[in-house]
């Protein structure tokens, strides 16, 4: 009979991006948090938050907010962006209008509510929160600030 392999030694496996922002997305540092000017004018919010690994490269987390209904419609996350690349990307989420840097208890208040006004309306965060979620602290780690939601206290498609 054949002895069985024992597997040792070996080079540990890299974990995916997914995997990697499961893991360690809320431990990374938190460098910066931007949205569009004109959020509260047109009820878009595009959030857009930097942190930063350890070795400098830089993990960029989207969100695209309908703070008048329909909460997060969009999300997604690139991973190892250069520093110089990340200017490109809020300017080409921003469509060109100026991007703020805001604090970000503010942009992470807008995130989860948005959501949960929406959730209350019937509607569902983009599928992809399942991932960027981990780029925010957990929702009862958020202090509360009054935001108002929907238009005129209403909701408006």
């Avoid at 959030?47 to 329909?70: A, E, P, T």
């Avoid at 990340?86 to 060109?96: A, D, H, K, M, Y």
């Avoid at 780029?135 to 238009?151: A, H, K, Q």
Wanted: overall charge negative.
């Amino acid at each position: 009979m054949a002895k069985s392999k024992k597997k040792s030694g070996g080079t540990p496996q890299t974990l995916g991006p997914d995997s990697y922002i499961r893991q360690f997305g809320r431990s990374l540092s938190l460098e910066a948090c931007y949205i569009n000017a004109d959020w509260d004018q047109h009820g878009m919010a595009n959030i857009v938050l930097v942190r930063s690994k350890k070795s400098g490269k830089k993990v960029v987390g989207v969100y695209l907010v309908d703070v008048y209904c329909l909460g997060l419609k969009n999300t997604f996350y690139r991973i190892d962006l250069p520093e110089d690349e990340i200017e490109n990307l809020i300017s080409g989420i921003t469509g060109g209008v100026k991007h703020l840097t805001i604090e970000p208890d503010m942009a992470f208040n807008i995130i989860y509510g948005g959501i949960e006004y929406a959730e209350d309306l019937g509607f569902s965060p983009h599928k992809d929160f399942k991932i960027s979620e981990y780029l925010l602290p957990d929702v009862d780690d958020v202090p509360y600030m009054d935001i108002e939601f929907g238009r005129n206290g209403r909701p408006f498609l």
